[in-house]
């Protein structure tokens, strides 16, 4: 049988024994502080804990109290001993609830940290991963990327912390890896002319290099990554420093409609808002209002306003819907959500014309 010593979760502090001999021995603080040497407010330090036993103190100790200098040191070092321990206890307690919240096993399957051996390693892993020391540097981390994050979120669903922060972040790492140029605001806005035909690529693999390549030479690193369990946000815009900016896309939807406008609408919010540009899930009415801004501006990006009388037209007829979107250059695919958003057709019609990607294809 195997003798296990005892590790209280507390912990007691040399002045309360100095405090039970004061009364035992019917010693007054007046008294005790003569004899350390030292005034009352230094005496009340020592009596909570906030002034260490020296040596010399311990000797003043057991000449006032009557008790070994030995035993004050030791008690003094127990005292340290556990109050170590004790902060220790409460770091990993607070890592492994903290750990909870983070969509661990994406973050292992998909390469954003390597796996760890156990709770311990793998906190120091996501520590490195957010490149904070400790919990209080990483909600300082995650106040600034939620706040300064221009993100499109459904309103019907809640973002998990942990896994929204955890998107964002993996985001900045594939942004601070490519190479771009300075951003112009006058540059992206044109470039925007040479995407719209990039709508009509079927697979992710042939269209999303071309596009990374055009945004890049304008300052806009273009990132997609797969969202976690937990982070429902569709995109995100906002600028590593005033030079580069991040248009950060989840694919949510693998659809063709949802990723175009989404796109386009992270597009407007970076010209439109620049570097002030800040949206969260409808938190305020002006946010909302940001958020409307960047809608109207993907629309009219899309369906541009010399195309909207023959839009206005079309209905559930496919062969229309499709002659149309050649004629505007764009997918049949965004121009039945357009359709859908205005309630032309209902949201189970014509459907077969939207194309449908897979992260195998990404």
Excluded at 2 to 18: C, H, K, M, R, V
Excluded at 131 to 137: C, I, K
Excluded at 323 to 341: D, E
Aim: charged share 25%; aromatic share 8%; with cysteine.
């Amino acid at each position: 049988m195997t003798d296990n010593a005892f590790l209280p979760q507390w912990t007691s502090t040399p002045g309360e024994a100095i405090e039970d001999l004061l009364r035992q021995k019917k010693v007054s603080l007046d008294r005790l502080s003569q004899g350390l040497g030292w005034s009352a407010l230094e005496t009340e330090r020592l009596l909570r804990a906030q002034t260490e036993i020296t040596s010399k103190v311990a000797e003043s100790l057991a000449a006032t109290l009557g008790v070994s200098a030995h035993f004050w040191l030791s008690r003094e070092r127990q005292y340290r001993e556990d109050l170590v321990r004790l902060q220790a206890t409460a770091s990993a307690a607070a890592k492994s609830g903290w750990l909870k919240g983070l969509p661990l096993r994406e973050m292992t399957q998909w390469g954003w940290i390597a796996p760890g051996a156990d709770r311990v390693e793998q906190a120091q892993k996501c520590l490195d991963f957010f490149e904070v020391r400790d919990l209080d540097a990483w909600r300082e981390v995650c106040a600034d990327l939620s706040n300064n994050a221009a993100l499109r979120t459904s309103r019907t669903f809640a973002s998990g912390v942990g896994a929204l922060v955890s998107w964002l972040r993996r985001g900045e790492v594939e942004a601070e890896a490519m190479e771009c140029g300075q951003w112009s605001s006058g540059g992206f806005r044109a470039a925007l002319a040479e995407v719209r035909p990039l709508t009509r690529q079927k697979q992710p693999v042939v269209f999303l290099p071309k596009l990374r390549t055009i945004c890049a030479a304008h300052g806009v690193a273009v990132v997609v990554v797969r969202a976690p369990e937990g982070c429902r946000a569709s995109g995100a815009t906002r600028f590593l420093g005033p030079d580069r900016a991040v248009l950060q896309l989840s694919f949510r939807y693998l659809s063709d409609d949802h990723f175009w406008f989404t796109f386009f609408h992270e597009a407007g919010h970076l010209l439109l808002h620049g570097q002030d540009g800040r949206f969260l899930e409808g938190v305020s009415e002006s946010q909302l209002d940001l958020e409307e801004e960047a809608n109207q501006f993907a629309e009219e990006a899309l369906i541009p306003v010399e195309a909207k009388a023959a839009f206005s037209l079309l209905r559930s007829n496919a062969m229309d819907v499709i002659r149309f979107a050649l004629r505007a250059g764009i997918s049949p695919g965004i121009v039945v959500g357009q359709l859908q958003k205005h309630g032309r057709i209902g949201h189970h019609q014509l459907n077969k014309l939207k194309r449908r990607y897979s992260w195998a294809s990404c």
